[in-house]
């Protein structure tokens, strides 16, 4: 089924196209912070593939081709309240049909460093995921959940997810960036559902 999103606006689709999205604020200051986890994904998926990411219109862009799809990975530069105008933009831009187009996101309400994908939610309080709900005008969209919850009982919630990853908690989000790989390349070629049941049922094996 074709999402007619964004109504008189929308343009032909081209479902061999997927936008894979990664949320995260732009400067230096931000590097490695637990609320750029998703910057960190698409800067691996851009080294595994040699992909070179070029700074254009409310983002870094580049793509590739994965066996017969083109995958275009985006890092908005809007900072994350604003991830939403550089998502649609991109995504009108290129053709690209809602249920192609993948967010992955830091989610707070997930131990690090487990994984969830999932084709729709609320935004549970992420403001970049509150701004693309409103730009796309839907909930209906598939994002990548990576969670970065602290074992620590309390904690101010916006110094938390500004904060830089302790080595240990680094090593953990490493370990992790060839699944998240995995999963979007299997969401290319799978689909949401099948790859949901793929990837959902095994948690992470330092979790077990």
């Known amino acids: 089924m074709l999402f007619k999103w964004l109504f008189s606006k929308a343009k032909p689709i081209d479902m061999t196209k997927y936008l894979i999205v990664g949320l995260g604020n732009i400067g230096s200051e931000y590097l490695n912070t637990r609320h750029n986890i998703g910057f960190e994904v698409i800067d691996f998926m851009a080294k595994k593939f040699e992909v070179q990411m070029t700074d254009l219109k409310l983002g870094a862009k580049g793509n590739f081709n ?9 890092k908005p530069s809007t900072f994350m ?10 995504a009108l831009k290129e053709k690209i049909a809602l249920q192609n187009i993948l967010i992955i ?10 994984l969830r994908l999932k084709g729709k ?23 990548l959940r990576f969670g970065i919850k602290s074992e620590e009982k309390t904690f101010n ?13 680094e090593k953990k989000v490493t370990m992790r ?32």
């Open 157 to 169: 919630q916006v110094d938390f997810v500004l904060s830089k990853f302790t080595d240990e908690e």
């Open 177 to 208: 960036l060839p699944q998240c790989s995995e999963i979007i390349l299997s969401f290319t070629q799978m689909g949401l559902d099948k790859t949901m049941n793929k990837f959902n049922s095994k948690p992470p094996k330092e979790m077990s």
């Open 81 to 90: 309240n604003r991830s939403g105008k550089s998502v649609r933009y991109w």
């Open 121 to 143: 939610g609320s935004d549970g309080g992420h403001n970049g995921l509150k701004d693309i709900q409103s730009q796309l005008n839907t909930p209906h969209y598939p994002r």
């Open 105 to 114: 996101t830091d989610d707070l309400h997930l131990p690090l460093p487990l």
């Open 66 to 74: 994965y066996k017969g799809k083109k995958i275009i990975l985006l």
